[in-house]
């Protein structure tokens, strides 16, 4: 028997997973907005813990590698309370079974590990490099094939998915990393219910609170809780989201066996970082979307990808499928020495990778060779929370001071 089935059958369904889809779970949750689940769930499951009176509010830190055996026995390895309460609250949020992984690259892995070897995975041309990387480094030892398709185009990534000849799965991201395209989640989520072909959605740009791919029929969401989830720049962590039993205990058994899991103090951290994401993502999208409005307007910017205007190609599908655009905008200037002039002159938005956090982040996308396709000119603006008029001051300087310089030679 492997130690994952093993563990699994241990915890039994009262401690473990299996189970604690139950009062402030996804069914008790399905009735509540997402800013409501998002402070509610999570807190309960505990023996003694929050609820009882004169328990603390939040499920804390639970450090431990090992737990004194009980009607189950528990090894820090397979399962940590305080993972538990994150995984509550994103599976309530995402309407599934979440499990916590040491990084969005783990739990990424972690689901192409448990795909039938030799399947085909259908993914976005663009699709985040980490993923692609996997897909082709990795793809050698897991037999898995990778194949690349413009995921906005629902004929070619349907065309795609039925050519495949053997097992396939078809892998999603929209908005899509770093063009912000939008794919027809809900058409292609349906199409491939209806193939048997297993689909997986990273849900990392958009967050369970603005769009919730379970429930158009995704086999599996995918997070990299270090983005907005977090949101605080200050952890590492990943998350799967699954329906089917049997898909979660796959995921489960190979957490335990390959021990990708997290840290206690990133699922304490985590899970708070989610009680505000609602807030964030409401404030982080409104400035958004004033800035993205300005930048299209700015004679030193050939164009603006963002969901949200009315020139972006996916603007209706967006507008269909999405609670909100989202706080991520990417925006093109000229050429490579434009964009790493507007980097080098912000003073408020932050020059480094990564996204999603309180801070407003802004990078030139082609600089990683695994993303040479993206137009040179690219510069991805992760918005945070401060104050719209300051953001907007920020980028039209360093936007003008590129202007002044190349006028004056
Ligand atoms: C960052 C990111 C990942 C990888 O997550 P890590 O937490 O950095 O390991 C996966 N998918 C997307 C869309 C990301 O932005």
Not at 222 to 246: E, F, M, P, W
Request: glycine content about 12%; proline content about 7%; hydrophobic content about 45%.
């Amino acid at each position: 028997m492997e130690e994952g089935d093993e563990c699994g059958g241990h915890i039994g369904p009262d401690a473990g997973h299996g189970g604690h889809i139950g009062p402030g779970g996804a069914e008790a949750a399905a009735a509540l907005h997402p800013e409501t689940v998002a402070v509610t769930a999570g807190r309960g499951g505990l023996p003694g813990a929050p609820g009882a009176p004169g328990a603390p509010l939040n499920v804390p830190p639970t450090f431990a590698s090992t737990f004194r055996d009980a009607d189950t026995v528990r090894y820090g390895r397979w399962s940590n309370p305080t993972w538990e309460a994150l995984e509550d609250a994103l599976g309530a949020l995402e309407g599934g079974t979440a499990l916590a992984f040491s990084s969005g690259q783990a739990a990424v892995a972690a689901v192409l590990a448990t795909l039938e070897p030799g399947t085909t995975v259908v993914h976005p041309a663009d699709a985040y490099l980490g993923t692609r990387e996997l897909l082709t480094v990795a793809a050698g030892h897991s037999g898995l094939h990778g194949r690349a398709v413009d995921v906005t185009d629902t004929g070619a990534a349907l065309a795609a998915m039925s050519a495949v000849d053997g097992p396939a799965c078809l892998w999603l991201e929209s908005p899509t990393n770093p063009t912000l395209g939008i794919a027809d989640l809900p058409g292609l989520l349906a199409a491939a219910t209806r193939s048997g072909v297993t689909s997986v959605v990273d849900n990392t740009f958009a967050t369970p609170v603005l769009q919730r791919p379970l429930d158009w029929g995704a086999s599996v969401v995918v997070h990299s809780a270090t983005k907005y989830i977090g949101g605080h720049s200050d952890l590492l962590l990943g998350i799967t989201v699954a329906t089917d039993r049997a898909r979660h205990a796959a995921l489960l058994a190979h957490r335990t066996r390959e021990g990708a899991v997290p840290g206690v103090m990133e699922a304490f951290l985590a899970l708070r970082g989610l009680r505000t994401l609602p807030v964030r993502m409401e404030r982080q999208q409104a400035t958004a979307a004033v800035l993205a409005a300005r930048l299209e307007g700015h004679p030193a910017v050939t164009r603006v990808r963002y969901p949200g205007l009315a020139s972006h190609p996916g603007h209706t599908r967006a507008l269909a499928q999405m609670r909100g655009f989202g706080a991520m905008i990417a925006f093109d200037v000229p050429d490579a020495a434009v964009a790493d002039q507007v980097v080098a002159s912000v003073r408020l938005a932050v020059p480094t990778t990564s996204l999603g956090g309180v801070e407003t982040t802004i990078e030139r996308r082609s600089r990683w060779p695994g993303d040479a396709h993206v137009p040179p000119g690219l510069l991805r603006l992760s918005v945070g929370l401060e104050h719209a008029e300051d953001l907007w001051a920020d980028l039209a300087g360093a936007l003008g001071s590129v202007r002044r310089h190349a006028d004056g030679g």
